[in-house]
């Protein structure tokens, strides 16, 4: 069995047992359960009778395959959790809680990181509320994974946390900047030639008021990247900097996750850039089935909702996203921002309600096909840039006559739909599309139906056909690659 699996497995049997978080201990046997009790006037044995009452009892044990380090459940425990060890694929070292009750608390109390792990490998964490709150911001992290020796370390399940207040860096300029870059609910690292962190679950866990921002999982190099990355299901709310960000992997996926209020929060953002979602450095990102919305701090230029940053080679995809109300826009192509990658980005069945802003930096290195979207903006004009190699095609836009789309060498439109701006070239029809209850969208990806099409909307069956068309649109309805397609997010038949 895959690690993967193994702690699928786990969660698996953690959900069916309820309050009681410990798994079987049948299942357990290979390993030993280390009890922590911080409630405790005394120290103990680490045995369920007699639990170690700190974090530095914790500190001090090395664990091994199959272990578990399980903390009283409606219990606090202050100082910095450092746990040695490493378990194996089958017998991972698990981090939980035990007993019924609250999460158990694990608070930082200004400390660098509330919870490490340095050059270890096969840990499942989950089922714990962690803090780090401090008077001043610094360098700081809810929880930190990193590999620092040269060698790829892997195994790394991270879910069903609460992560709240953490005071870390919210000022990505000048001096700071690597202060800010390091700071967040969740961060994980690779430094030095080769190092690599590889099999990284980050999943249903709950961020918020974080400075430096939300999730942040660097798993590599530019030189050298970590593989088998997926951030799922996760909620951010109200961080001081960036919601999600992966780093330096080989085909991550980012899906299901929901980001509102970015930037925001008890550690505010204050200076530099920030985004939602977006992806640095990686070998054929994506980005899929994911909400950011409610985006109303601008920052120096970003603020955006999604974006394919620089150094990423292969294809960055985004798809069947939802993003409303971001001041930044939807989209950014910032290839042009540092070391260039090059990657073509792919941009299709997504849907942006009143963001109203794309915006490109690449000066000519990456090429961009934008497809079958929804752009709605009637609350103010668009604010469109976009890569000087573009193919914008199939998209249905509405907005205001005031807004200007851009028109020049290099970006070609084909089969689009325009609702009050004005058409960039004679191509594409210009008039209602006819969805069912267009600006209705809610706070998921799954309260968009209004962008659904009706049966006389003048969309349907009429676009281009197009090759790897992902082959599905953002309902789930097939996508035909023979017949000619609708135009915008929805492929059904008209309603």
């Known amino acids: 069995?895959?690690?993967?699996?193994?702690?699928?497995?786990?969660?698996?049997?953690?959900?069916?047992?309820?309050?009681?978080?410990?798994?079987?201990?049948?299942?357990?046997?290979?390993g030993s359960t280390t009890y922590v009790d911080c409630s405790r006037s005394t120290a103990g044995t680490g045995t369920e009778a007699s639990?170690?009452?700190?974090?530095?009892?914790?500190?001090?044990?090395?664990?091994?395959?199959?272990?578990?380090?399980?903390?009283?459940?409606?219990?606090?425990?202050?100082?910095?959790?450092?746990?040695?060890?490493?378990?194996?694929?089958?017998?991972?070292?698990?981090?939980?809680?035990?007993?019924?009750?609250?999460?158990?608390?694990?608070?930082?109390?200004?400390?660098?990181?509330?919870?490490?792990?340095?050059?270890?490998?096969?840990?499942?964490?989950?089922?714990?509320?962690?803090?780090?709150?401090?008077?001043?911001?610094?360098?700081?992290?809810?929880?930190?994974?990193s590999a620092t020796d040269g060698k790829a370390h892997t195994?790394?399940?991270?879910?069903?946390?609460?992560?709240?207040?953490?005071?870390?860096?919210?000022?990505?300029?000048?001096?700071?900047?690597e202060d800010y870059v390091q700071s967040g609910s969740v961060v994980?690292?690779?430094?030095?030639?080769?190092?690599?962190?590889?099999?990284?679950?980050?999943?249903?866990?709950?961020?918020?008021?974080?400075?430096?921002?939300?999730?942040?999982?660097?798993?590599?190099?530019?030189?050298?990247?970590?593989?088998?990355?997926?951030?799922?299901?996760?909620?951010?709310?109200?961080?001081?900097?960036?919601?999600i960000i992966v780093s330096y992997a080989d085909a991550p996926m980012i899906q299901y996750n929901d980001a509102s209020g970015v930037g925001n929060g008890a550690y505010p953002f204050s200076g530099g850039n920030f985004a939602g979602i977006w992806v640095l450095g990686d070998h054929n990102p994506t980005i899929q089935k994911n909400a950011v919305y409610d985006t109303t701090r601008m920052s120096v230029a970003d603020s955006q909702a999604f974006d394919c940053d620089w150094g990423n080679t292969g294809y960055c995809t985004i798809q069947y996203n939802y993003s409303r109300d971001n001041i930044g826009g939807f989209f950014l192509d910032c290839d042009g921002c540092g070391t260039i990658g090059g990657a073509k980005q792919v941009?299709?069945?997504?849907?942006?309600?009143?963001?109203?802003r794309m915006s490109s930096n690449s000066a000519g290195r990456s090429a961009l096909h934008l497809y079958n979207n929804v752009l709605y903006c009637t609350d103010k004009k668009f604010d469109v840039t976009l890569p000087d190699?573009?193919?914008?095609?199939?998209?249905?836009?509405v907005?205001?006559?005031?807004?200007?789309?851009?028109?020049?060498?290099g970006i070609q439109w084909y089969w689009n739909v325009f609702q009050g701006v004005p058409r960039p070239t004679a191509n594409g029809i210009a008039g209602d599309p006819k969805f069912v209850a267009p600006g209705t969208g809610g706070s998921s990806i799954h309260e968009v139906d209004g962008y659904r099409l009706k049966s006389t909307s003048p969309a349907l069956g009429n676009g281009a056909v197009i090759t790897d068309n992902g082959g599905r649109d953002y309902w789930g309805n097939a996508v035909p690659t023979a017949t000619k397609p609708n135009r915008g997010a929805y492929q059904g038949p008209g309603l």
Not at 126 to 137: D, M, R
Not at 347 to 356: G, Q, V
Not at 399 to 409: E, H, N, Q, V
């Open 389 to 397: 190699e573009s193919v914008v095609e199939n998209n249905i836009f």
């Open 188 to 243: 994980t690292g690779a430094t030095g030639a080769n190092s690599t962190l590889n099999d990284v679950h980050v999943h249903h866990n709950t961020v918020s008021n974080s400075g430096g921002g939300g999730l942040k999982i660097r798993t590599g190099s530019m030189a050298t990247k970590g593989g088998g990355v997926l951030v799922e299901h996760n909620t951010v709310k109200d961080v001081g900097g960036d919601g």
């Open 399 to 409: 907005g205001t006559a005031d807004s200007r789309l851009p028109a020049k060498t």
């Open 347 to 356: 941009i299709r069945y997504n849907i942006s309600e009143n963001d109203c």
């Open 155 to 177: 195994g790394f399940d991270i879910g069903n946390l609460v992560i709240d207040r953490v005071a870390g860096q919210t000022d990505k300029t000048g001096s700071l900047t």
């Open 1 to 30: 069995m895959s690690s993967r699996a193994s702690r699928v497995l786990f969660a698996a049997s953690v959900a069916l047992i309820g309050t009681v978080v410990l798994p079987n201990q049948s299942a357990m046997a290979a």
């Open 51 to 145: 639990p170690f009452n700190s974090v530095a009892q914790a500190n001090a044990k090395t664990y091994g395959a199959g272990d578990t380090l399980a903390f009283a459940s409606g219990t606090t425990c202050k100082g910095a959790l450092a746990p040695k060890g490493s378990g194996t694929a089958s017998l991972p070292i698990t981090l939980t809680r035990y007993g019924s009750g609250a999460l158990p608390v694990l608070n930082g109390d200004g400390a660098a990181d509330t919870v490490s792990l340095t050059n270890q490998d096969h840990w499942t964490i989950g089922y714990l509320k962690i803090t780090n709150p401090a008077g001043s911001l610094a360098r700081r992290t809810g929880l930190r994974v």
